[in-house]
């Protein structure tokens, strides 16, 4: 498979990144990829780095285009914060970064997943390297929408917009490219609403899947406070199993090569003077658990509101797909014994929730998931 066709239903997009980096005379320095979550914004960002790097490699098979893909290219710097927001020494490191020479590489690439995390302030060094970059640095910022993007850094990038692909092209993906079966393909592509990565985690884990139903499982079970409080309670717990998994083996990592690097044998005492570099690995570690648990949870409640959404549909009798086609008879369920206007004030609620996850980088996620799960309870 080439690298490209990981880009799954962007053919206008692939044939922009493609003759831009073929023609270095059209290139422009700074690019905004927008999609919605699951689009391939970071894999078109990875895919257009190893078309620059190896322009005459449309394939992407040589070690130029493998390694610029993957982020392990001498010139190729892919920057995913573990903090709520792009720190200022972050932005100052990066922009570091840019002004140095490609060392072996044609370009200097600098790709910011999640850019919609620079805030006002730390635009402020990021601004004069994206407008004015050394002739052979280029930026690829990857956000949700334009509009999630500070004016000032908007401006001087050439949009790119994705748009989701549709769940055959999707499934046809996992079949081509990781041997799924196609029926389970498309389940968990319809699951993922069309989220790559998400629908590739499902269909190469029963474990994922298993989570994912115990998920699905709540809106039938919650029929009383008490209900909801336990419920919420199971859901954080699992949530924060899920994340730890997610990032116990990399932090353990980090801490065997952080000791070697200071020279320090596993099981002997700790120098004082070398205690804050520990230190400061643990704080950062901490930071990106929390981080993993609130995406972890943010998901949860993605696959919650699409099984109202399907509640909905079937209330209303809707020709359209089920996102769930697996959960189909609890869908049924609830939407017989409950209104239209219920499944709106629950999508509602999961929407407020969400939402307040994103702006309140502190709120503690039970207290908050308790209060959703309570406004879910059948009421009236």
């Known amino acids: 498979m080439s690298l490209w066709d990981a880009v799954v239903g962007q ?6 990144l493609t003759s831009a980096a073929a023609r270095p ?7 905004l990829i927008t999609g919605p979550p699951g689009s391939g914004r970071s894999v078109a960002a990875r895919a257009f780095a190893a078309a620059l790097q190896a322009p005459d490699d449309p394939e992407g098979t040589s070690h130029e285009a493998r390694t610029a893909f993957t982020g392990t290219h001498a010139d190729v710097t892919v920057h995913v914060t573990e903090r709520l927001i792009i720190t200022i020494d972050e932005a100052r490191s990066l922009v570091e970064t840019a002004y140095r020479t490609p060392a072996r590489g044609r370009w200097r690439v600098i ?12 635009s402020n060094v990021l601004l004069k390297a994206i407008e004015e970059p050394p002739p052979r640095t280029v930026w690829l910022l990857c956000a949700p929408s334009p509009m999630d993007m500070l004016p000032t850094i908007r401006s001087r990038c050439r949009q790119i917009n994705l748009r989701v692909p549709e769940p055959q092209a999707v499934a046809d993906l996992l079949v081509q490219r990781d041997g799924v079966e196609p029926r389970l393909a498309l389940e968990c592509a319809h699951a993922a609403q069309s989220h790559i990565g998400v629908a590739s985690r499902l269909a190469r884990s029963p474990e994922a899947r298993a ?3 115990r998920v699905l499982g709540i809106p039938t079970r919650i029929r009383g406070v008490g209900d909801a409080v336990l419920a919420a309670g199971e859901l954080v717990e699992a949530a924060t199993e899920q994340s730890k998994l997610a990032t116990a083996e990399r932090d353990a ?3 065997v090569e952080l000791m070697r690097n200071l020279g320090v044998t596993e099981g002997d005492r700790l120098p004082p003077s070398l205690r804050s570099q520990v230190r400061q690995l643990e704080e950062d570690q901490k930071r990106r658990a929390r981080r993993s648990l609130l995406d972890t949870i943010d998901r949860a409640l993605v696959d919650l509101l699409s099984f109202y959404r399907d509640v909905l549909v079937t209330q209303l009798g809707s020709d359209v797909d089920l ?6 008879p609890r869908i049924r369920e609830l939407a017989a014994e409950s ?8 999508m509602q609620a999961i929407g407020r929730t969400r939402a307040r996850f994103d702006e309140f980088g502190t709120i503690a996620p039970l207290l908050a998931i308790e209060s959703l799960f309570i406004a879910l309870r059948p009421q009236g």
């Open 11 to 16: 053919q206008d997009v692939v044939a922009t």
């Open 25 to 31: 005379e059209t290139m422009t320095h700074a690019w």
């Open 111 to 122: 790709i910011i997943e999640d850019a919609d995390r620079i805030a006002e302030r730390t």
């Open 211 to 213: 989570y994912r139903d």
């Open 253 to 255: 990592e980090e801490r």
């Open 323 to 328: 996102i769930n086609m697996a959960a189909e």
């Open 339 to 346: 209104t239209p206007e219920q499944s709106l004030r629950r």
